[in-house]
């Protein structure tokens, strides 16, 4: 089984260590996995703001470069829903592509749901002991029904204790651009969400999307919280986590 | 109403730091969302409900024309008369000239948001009409020099009962009181002459019924048939033009769906369906019945791709659930209509270059679309009146893989450098507003895409 890998542009900067980690997933799997070189952007930026023609422009680019795969996986719901979702609807007035463009959306997935309900992954590549908790990213969730899978997948480690928080589905108030323009507004709902995870007791908060990563962790750190640990689902279930740069290591380096 | 949406940004933050309202929309978010999902959960299919709803408000918009005139049509035939106005200050006339014709000197007012689009009380007492209100929650506002609401159901949802005992002693000039029974006494004490003594009674409109040519109001508090029924000459109704529906059996399907997403009840505690006034040998009723029917703006948005809006059946069900709205209140938003709805509508009505930051200030989480019982892609429409700014850069490069992949290169190194030994960057050239109250984590090393490539594995191309 060929798959194209879609990056996305924050886990290809900020996080590659997530896409080594959903590559140790897919291959044993047993997956063969292949990157686009010249990938970019989904276009979701644009898409948000309103540049739809920016936002079809790279939809194109998209097609040309993972048309040819047999699967299209994504570690990001925000990423997936934008290619399931909104590319369809990006070219509702050209029939050819359109169906071109609804085949690609239909073999597009996001990571948790291609394990889980392609794959059908009855067990994980690594290790990972401890207790955490799963916040559901708004586009995942919403857009792509992502909220069953994961978990599941979690199960599949004895060692994985999660303790779900309260409000696991609201938003963490990241919201592209809005969280700069907006930044008081969505540092207050970031606090809510702060405080769900505190509340639950897990000294570590899984989740699915490279945007609510950033703001949860970029506001838990500026709060004081050095401890609590921030990790992307595809690290935990391969059992990488281990190499993700950890709290405890940072507050010692500062 | 004045539109004050160009202040968004000075007022959301007041309102972050307002330790009260923040509390007060606290408690309102978990009651009302909590409320809501019990109440969904008694119907036996709400999906079905949902979709059988949305396809009835479709029908009815589908040929909006020809339902309103069977609707005045069948108001006249039953003794009514139907006005219409094009703007919500020409819907203002009307009701002074109203008035005037009828020598009002005291009007009751029931709940109404589109006589807040009219600015109707300000209208009223220009022309020398005593208005009250009597919404307990528009009681309130009022009795506090005219203050705006802040929510479509709720109006003085950001007050928390310390300030109504502080506000009903000082200007009922009684002793303070804190049962919140005993507050509502007092308020019906000042209000029930009031009725007694109303020569005209103004509601607002849930639902027109073109088969009947009545109007539906939902209410709680028993105030709107004292305004429309007991004493007054004169009922005017006031409501948008896209509240029409063909039918009782229309009206049904809205009836299951409203007070359900509105207040998570069942029912709401009075409903009514008035019918035209009184005719000879009825016990009830006003001597007179008008229908004023506002525009204002709605006719703009039939045939484009802002028409599902028109569906809204203002329960309040997405500013309930919205993230942004929790932390700021209805009052951020600076007119009548606040949340995911009004981020569309004030945009759409009053003009999008008075309102450039409602359509921004959403994190396009989607809740708002998935509790609307009309299924209104609220998120969608926001991002369809969101400008196109600073994405220039981006798309350039975004289309550009050559450019692209040596700008990511260097970002990942920047960040990284700038990130320190501790992997954080707490102070971000040119994004502030995320660096003021977040630490940008930094990346740790090269990207993904050169890891890749150094290992020799698999690309496309070759």
Not at chain 1, 34 to 53: A, F, I, K, R
Not at chain 1, 95 to 114: C, G, V
Not at chain 2, 228 to 257: F, Q, S
Not at chain 2, 283 to 288: K, L
Request: charged share 20%; with cysteine.
């Amino acid at each position: 089984m060929k798959v194209g890998l879609f990056i996305t542009c924050l886990v290809d900067v900020m996080r590659p260590e997530i896409a080594e980690a959903t590559v140790r997933l897919l291959e044993s799997a047993g997956c063969t996995v292949e990157v686009p070189m010249t990938q970019t952007c989904c276009g979701q930026p644009g898409y948000n703001s309103g540049d739809t023609t920016a936002a079809s422009d790279l939809a194109l680019k998209f097609l040309m470069e993972f048309e040819g795969f047999d699967y299209v996986v994504v570690p990001s719901g925000s990423c997936g829903g934008m290619v399931r979702q909104h590319y369809p609807a990006l070219f509702a007035d050209d029939p050819d592509l359109r169906n071109r463009i609804d085949a690609l959306a239909q073999k597009t997935f996001e990571l948790t749901a291609f394990l889980h309900d392609v794959i059908g992954l009855a067990s994980l590549p690594g290790s990972f002991a401890g207790e955490v908790t799963y916040h559901d990213s708004c586009s995942g969730l919403r857009e792509l029904g992502v909220q069953a899978q994961p978990r599941a997948l979690l199960a599949l480690n004895p060692s994985i204790r999660l303790t779900e928080m309260k409000e696991a589905r609201a938003c963490c108030g990241f919201g592209g651009t809005f969280a700069i323009k907006y930044g008081d507004i969505s540092s207050a709902i970031v606090d809510e969400k702060i405080g769900h995870i505190h509340a639950s007791g897990a000294p570590c908060v899984v989740l699915g999307d490279l945007g609510c990563m950033l703001n949860i962790e970029g506001r838990l750190r500026r709060t004081g919280d050095n401890t609590t640990r921030v990790l992307h689902i595809a690290q935990v279930l391969a059992g990488t986590a281990a190499d993700a740069p950890s709290p405890s290591a940072t507050q010692e380096a500062r | 109403m004045q539109v004050q949406s160009m202040h968004f940004k000075a007022r959301s933050g007041q309102k972050l730091a307002d330790v009260r309202l923040q509390q007060n929309l606290k408690v309102l978010s978990q009651r009302w969302t909590v409320g809501r999902t019990n109440a969904i959960a008694e119907l036996d299919d709400f999906e079905a409900t949902r979709d059988e709803a949305v396809e009835r408000r479709n029908r009815a918009l589908a040929n909006l024309d020809v339902w309103l005139e069977r609707f005045e049509a069948q108001a006249t035939a039953r003794g009514a008369t139907v006005l219409w106005a094009e703007t919500p200050e020409d819907a203002s006339k009307l009701v002074v000239e109203i008035a005037r014709r009828h020598e009002v000197a005291k009007v009751t007012k029931s709940k109404s948001m589109v006589s807040e689009e009219m600015a109707l009380n300000r209208h009223l007492e220009a022309a020398g009409v005593k208005v009250v209100e009597t919404d307990l929650g528009e009681y309130i506002l009022q009795i506090n020099d005219n203050e705006p609401p802040s929510h479509i159901v709720a109006p003085v949802v950001h007050k928390s009962k310390d300030e109504v005992s502080d506000l009903f002693a000082r200007v009922h000039k009684r002793p303070r009181l804190t049962d919140i029974p005993q507050m509502t006494r007092e308020a019906r004490e000042f209000l029930r002459p009031q009725f007694l003594s109303s020569d005209m009674g103004v509601s607002g409109g849930n639902f027109l019924i073109a088969e009947t040519g009545s109007v539906a109001v939902f209410t709680n508090e028993g105030n709107e048939g004292m305004c429309t029924v007991l004493p007054p000459k004169v009922h005017v109704v006031v409501t948008g033009i896209e509240k029409v529906i063909p039918t009782l059996e229309d009206l049904a399907t809205m009836a299951r769906l409203l007070p359900r997403s509105a207040t998570g009840q069942s029912i709401s505690n009075y409903f009514s369906i008035l019918t035209g006034p009184r005719a000879p040998g009825e016990q009830d009723g006003p001597e007179h019945m008008y229908f004023v029917l506002v525009d204002g703006g709605r006719t703009g948005l039939l045939g484009g791709e802002f028409q599902d809006m028109l569906r809204c059946i203002r329960c309040g069900a997405c500013m309930n659930h919205c993230p942004v709205y929790q932390k700021i209140g209805g009052h951020t938003y600076g007119w009548v209509y606040p949340g995911p709805m009004g981020s569309v509508l004030t945009p759409s009505y009053v003009g999008l270059e008075k309102t450039l930051d409602l359509p921004q200030a959403a994190t396009l989480c989607g809740e708002c679309h998935v509790v609307c019982p009309m299924k209104i892609p609220l998120p969608d429409l926001l991002r369809k009146l969101r400008e196109r700014l600073g994405m220039a850069a981006w798309a350039f490069a975004a289309r550009r893989p050559a450019v692209y992949r040596p700008l990511a290169r260097i970002g990942a190194r920047v960040l990284g450098w700038m990130g320190g030994d501790a992997h954080r960057i707490s102070s971000l050239p040119g994004g502030s507003g995320w660096s003021l109250y977040r630490d940008m984590p930094s990346p740790v090393g090269p990207t993904f895409k050169e890891r890749w490539a150094k290992q020799g594995r698999r690309t496309t191309p070759r």
